[in-house]
């Protein structure tokens, strides 16, 4: 639903891929299906093989291919990591499972476009029936981060080992090639509604709550008057929100000061002007719907928007003010303005985007430029409905190349801290293994494994 704010971290892809193959695995619930392997109290169903190599070889767009033992391997180690999370009392907190379920849940609902239709999507009795599933695997996620960083938390690399690192494999002919990269950073002018045009929207929705409260429906008047894109499915009905429900600050303050049957006086946030209703205290949740109406903004005020920020890119390109200097002094985007317009990658949490990866609108303004060179100023606009006009700056460009151990530091430091934190989880594997019950099922009793898991055919 478009009231929330999510940012992604570098492990949602993986995520993404997991949750996304267990719902598909509760809409296919009803096939035969046979137990795979048993580790401690878990276990691995031969189906969740097959769809975990599958999604595996869509996401990596078929350059990754993996057998059923490999990925049945793959499978029993994040196993043995949940088993000994339990075992070891690693605690996860209710809150932090709420937040990435509601996380989840925004990104699925995004691509599909209500959670109505992801819950007859994946065959699902109703969205509360959704979160109970999306809780138990995101708890289990959990423990596994939590025992994976526990075993890893005293590893490091050395100066020296990142070298020795890159030299073998500079001998083996095995140096990664590091795609195209640039960072970027931007300006950013809103054009805002006048304020007559918002004390029309607040006189507007004070009559629609005026009405309401006297009777008249606030599901046909939220579907008549609503800007909410997805009103026509759930007719201005949130759902159930709580505390920890990313949702925007102000409209959760709202909904938790009414009382049941209540409607709130118009609130202002970053999507436009709501009315909320209060349907239900359910626990720690409310039930709640809305009206949200957007100010109008006139086409003079977007070119005069457009004109403003046009001179000061011209003063740029004049030098009689840096990039960095512009976006202190006028940009209006509260998240870049103080670090001099640098945009993060949201999918990484790192300033640095691959070229080929980029949203297709984004790498057709930016591909042919080169470092130190500004786009065109073009026309964006929020699903908030936030419109402006914007300026993008190439901060640092790097083209395709074979890595190299000074420009490519940073990055074969990580690959070396990676590649020594997975011989400390080997190494942890093979002594937990040896003290866990593991059965494994009599098809996959012929795989080579590089553990020991058929250690119980001993």
Same mark, same amino acid.
């Given at each position: 639903m478009m009231l929330f704010k999510t940012k992604i971290s570098k492990n949602t892809s993986l995520l993404i891929t997991f949750l996304f193959t267990v719902l598909l695995t509760h809409a296919q619930q009803n096939k035969v299906d046979g137990v795979a392997v048993v580790v401690g109290k878990n276990i691995v169903l031969d189906s969740d093989i097959e769809k975990f190599k599958k999604e595996v070889e869509l996401r990596s767009e078929g350059k990754i291919s993996i057998s059923d033992c490999e990925m049945l391997e793959e499978l029993m180690q994040q196993k043995l990591l949940a088993h000994h999370a339990? $075992? *070891?009392?690693?605690? $996860?907190?209710?809150? *932090?499972?709420?937040s990435r379920v509601n996380r989840s849940i925004a990104f699925f609902t995004n691509e599909y476009g209500s959670e109505e239709k992801v819950v007859e999507a994946y065959g699902f009795n109703d969205i509360e029936d959704l979160r109970k599933e999306l809780e138990r695997v995101q708890r289990e996620n959990t423990l596994i981060e939590k025992e994976q960083q526990k075993i890893t938390? *005293? $590893?490091d690399v050395t100066?020296?080992?990142?070298?020795?690192y890159f030299n073998g494999l500079k001998e083996k002919g095995e140096l990664p090639e590091i795609?195209?990269?640039?960072?970027?950073?931007q300006l950013?002018?809103?054009?805002?509604?006048?304020?007559?045009?918002?004390?029309?929207?607040v006189k507007k929705l004070e009559q629609l709550k005026k009405e309401i409260e006297n009777g008249a429906s606030f599901d046909l008047k939220a579907i008549i008057?609503?800007? *909410?894109?997805?009103?026509?499915?759930?007719? &201005?009905?949130l759902g159930i929100i709580t505390k920890e429900t990313n949702f925007i600050k102000e409209f959760k303050e709202a909904a938790f000061s009414l009382d049941e049957g209540q409607i709130s006086e118009p609130i202002k946030t970053i999507f436009g002007y709501h009315i909320i209703k209060l349907h239900k205290i359910r626990g720690q949740g409310r039930e709640v719907s809305h009206i949200l109406i957007q100010p109008e903004i006139s086409d003079e005020k977007l070119k005069e928007t457009k004109e403003e920020i046009e001179k000061i890119v011209a003063d740029i390109k004049e030098g009689k003010i840096t990039f960095e200097e512009a976006v202190r002094k006028y940009s209006e985007d509260k998240d870049t303005k103080l670090s001099g317009g640098l945009l993060m990658n949201p999918y990484? &949490?790192?300033?640095?985007f691959e070229l080929?990866?980029?949203?297709p609108d984004l790498f057709g303004r930016i591909s042919e430029l080169k470092q130190g060179e500004l786009s065109d100023v073009f026309y964006d606009e929020t699903r908030g409905g936030e419109k402006m006009y914007k300026v993008i700056f190439i901060k640092h460009r790097t083209d395709t190349h074979k890595a190299d151990i000074v420009e490519d530091y940073v990055r074969m430091q990580q690959f070396a801290l990676e590649k020594k934190k997975e011989e400390e989880l080997n190494k942890w594997s093979k002594e937990k293994i040896s003290e866990t019950y593991i059965k494994l099922g009599s098809d996959y009793k012929k795989c080579s494994f590089k553990k020991d898991w058929k250690k119980e055919n001993k």
């Open positions: 339990v $075992v *070891d009392s690693v605690t $996860v907190s209710q809150g *932090d499972i709420d938390k *005293d $590893v100066p020296e080992e990142v070298r020795l795609p195209a990269e640039v960072e970027l950073a950013v002018l809103y054009a805002e509604a006048s304020k007559e045009e918002e004390e029309r929207v008057n609503s800007d *909410d894109p997805s009103v026509a499915q759930n007719k &201005g009905n990484t &949490g790192e300033p640095t080929t990866r980029m949203p």
